[in-house]
């Protein structure tokens, strides 16, 4: 029996996605829920499941190309375990041996795979259940490296490559370029970007905090908290508390211009942006402000692993109503974040710097973060924007208050 291969909803208000890669070739056989494509939408990249057992009989979207919801994008026949008569050798889409017990590799790997044109039972497999990781091939190209010649970062397109008989005759190294594709997730990035400060007025203002207090309960309790929770207390959780206490007292940081209306949300919808290797992405932590330190700090390590593994699903990333993203895990000692529309606020956090300030007459040392806050200044003041920062500054500083409420 014949089976359509379609895109399936993966999203309310995503209608078009791109082909990511083909994980089989055609002619390769497969088993029920196991995945035959990864496709890319604007949020989030999804595995493509086989609805059924059988053989991959034709791909009709190639990587890279775009296809609508419900758009048919390959045919599998149920039922055979044996490669399709019509199964083209020399497709360039295969990209790994037919096998009936496919070695399986994380979303992230085979991404990595793809890009250096490798497949997956070519690289030793140290990642949970046998699974190839990642790291697995990123150090399986490293030692290919080493052995024979270098592996090019990622796959290039329409670039003839340079002649190493004009570059060694010249005496110069070559002068390479590369042209990647940007992901669909990239593209949305920098369009909503741009969009940002293109329909926002938008303004930044900055203030410091004393980390000292935070840092104290940190190595006062962690160990059992992280013994109770199985999850360690970060800084973040502190700075959502902090900040929802501050969006309580200035709703505006917590509304939208919606045409010529001011929407204001009574809920609390955190987003907390995570960097992974395909982009930034958002996740929003819904309800935060019912949430407990060590639900917060749980589902931050819930997505940004999975955010790592390329399994957030697009629903997680949908909404938010402000935005926390912590530079300061890279070393960025000040930056200007930009809101992600239609919010209109984002909150940065920067890195934790031992500097001299001067406290009741005497010149003391403290660990000391800058923060930052850009607000959109149509519907938030100044003054507002401000007096926001100041108090999740006085928050965090004096961490006792996130519980009596003062």
Same mark, same amino acid.
Request: hydrophobic share 40%.
């Given at each position: 029996?014949?089976?359509?291969?379609?895109?399936?909803?993966?999203?309310?208000?995503?209608?078009?996605?791109?082909?990511?890669?083909? $994980? %089989?070739?055609? &002619?390769? !056989?497969?088993?029920?829920? =196991?995945? *035959? @494509?990864?496709? #890319?939408?604007? +949020?989030?990249?999804?595995?493509?499941?086989?609805?059924?057992?059988?053989?991959?009989?034709?791909? $009709? %979207?190639?990587? &890279?190309? !775009?296809?609508?919801?419900? =758009?048919? *994008? @390959?045919?599998? #026949?149920?039922? +055979?375990?044996?490669?399709?008569?019509?199964?083209?050798?020399?497709?360039?889409?295969?990209?790994?041996?037919?096998?009936?017990?496919?070695?399986?590799?994380?979303?992230?790997?085979?991404?990595?795979?793809?890009?250096?044109?490798?497949?997956?039972?070519?690289?030793?497999?140290?990642?949970?259940?046998?699974?190839?990781?990642?790291?697995?091939?990123?150090?399986?190209?490293?030692?290919?490296?080493?052995?024979?010649?270098?592996?090019?970062?990622?796959?290039?397109?329409?670039?003839?490559?340079?002649?190493?008989?004009?570059?060694?005759?010249?005496?110069?190294?070559?002068?390479?370029?590369?042209?990647?594709?940007?992901?669909?997730?990239?593209?949305?990035?920098?369009?909503?970007?741009?969009?940002?400060?293109?329909?926002?007025?938008?303004?930044?203002?900055?203030?410091?905090?004393?980390?000292?207090?935070?840092?104290?309960?940190?190595?006062?309790?962690?160990?059992?908290?992280?013994?109770?929770?199985?999850?360690?207390?970060?800084?973040?959780?502190?700075?959502?508390?902090?900040?929802?206490?501050?969006?309580?007292?200035?709703?505006?940081?917590?509304?939208?211009?919606?045409?010529?209306?001011?929407?204001?949300?009574?809920?609390?919808?955190?987003?907390?942006?995570?960097?992974?290797?395909?982009?930034?992405?958002?996740?929003?932590?819904?309800?935060?402000?019912?949430?407990?330190?060590?639900?917060?700090?749980?589902?931050?390590?819930?997505?940004?692993?999975?955010?790592?593994?390329?399994?957030?699903?697009?629903?997680?990333?949908?909404?938010?109503?402000?935005?926390?993203?912590?530079?300061?895990?890279?070393?960025?000692?000040?930056?200007?974040?930009?809101?992600?529309?239609?919010?209109?606020?984002?909150?940065?956090?920067?890195?934790?710097?031992?500097?001299?300030?001067?406290?009741?007459?005497?010149?003391?040392?403290?660990?000391?973060?800058?923060?930052?806050?850009?607000?959109?200044?149509?519907?938030?003041?100044?003054?507002?924007?401000?007096?926001?920062?100041?108090?999740?500054?006085?928050?965090?500083?004096?961490?006792?208050?996130?519980?009596?409420?003062?």
């Amino acid at each position: 029996m014949m089976i359509e291969l379609k895109v399936p909803a993966v999203g309310e208000s995503i209608t078009e996605v791109e082909i990511g890669s083909w $994980l %089989k070739a055609e &002619g390769a !056989t497969v088993n029920k829920d =196991e995945p *035959i @494509a990864v496709i #890319e939408t604007e +949020k989030a990249t999804v595995d493509l499941p086989a609805p059924e057992s059988g053989t991959l009989v034709k791909i $009709l %979207k190639k990587q &890279g190309e !775009t296809a609508k919801v419900g =758009e048919t *994008i @390959a045919q599998m #026949e149920a039922g +055979k375990t044996e490669p399709s008569e019509a199964t083209n050798p020399a497709s360039p889409t295969k990209t790994e041996k037919s096998s009936s017990a496919p070695v399986r590799a994380t979303p992230l790997a085979k991404r990595v795979l793809a890009e250096h044109d490798l497949r997956a039972d070519a690289v030793p497999a140290t990642g949970p259940g046998g699974r190839v990781s990642k790291a697995d091939v990123l150090h399986h190209v490293e030692q290919v490296a080493k052995e024979k010649t270098p592996v090019p970062i990622s796959r290039v397109a329409n670039v003839a490559p340079p002649s190493p008989t004009a570059a060694s005759k010249s005496g110069t190294p070559a002068r390479e370029e590369q042209v990647v594709r940007m992901t669909l997730l990239r593209r949305t990035v920098a369009k909503r970007l741009v969009e940002a400060q293109h329909t926002a007025a938008l303004l930044t203002t900055f203030n410091e905090v004393d980390m000292s207090a935070v840092l104290a309960l940190r190595q006062q309790y962690q160990e059992a908290f992280q013994k109770k929770y199985s999850v360690k207390l970060g800084f973040m959780s502190f700075f959502v508390k902090a900040a929802i206490d501050g969006l309580k007292q200035f709703p505006q940081l917590n509304a939208e211009v919606r045409d010529t209306d001011i929407v204001y949300h009574n809920y609390h919808d955190i987003g907390l942006a995570v960097s992974t290797d395909r982009g930034l992405v958002v996740p929003v932590l819904p309800d935060a402000d019912r949430l407990s330190f060590s639900e917060i700090e749980q589902a931050i390590a819930d997505f940004a692993q999975r955010a790592r593994e390329g399994k957030l699903k697009p629903e997680e990333l949908a909404g938010g109503t402000f935005t926390i993203t912590n530079g300061g895990v890279f070393g960025s000692l000040l930056s200007t974040p930009l809101v992600n529309p239609p919010q209109s606020g984002i909150l940065g956090m920067h890195t934790i710097q031992e500097r001299p300030i001067a406290l009741a007459g005497q010149v003391v040392i403290r660990p000391m973060m800058y923060v930052a806050l850009t607000y959109d200044h149509r519907i938030v003041d100044g003054k507002e924007a401000v007096l926001f920062l100041r108090r999740v500054k006085d928050v965090v500083e004096n961490p006792a208050r996130m519980f009596l409420e003062i």
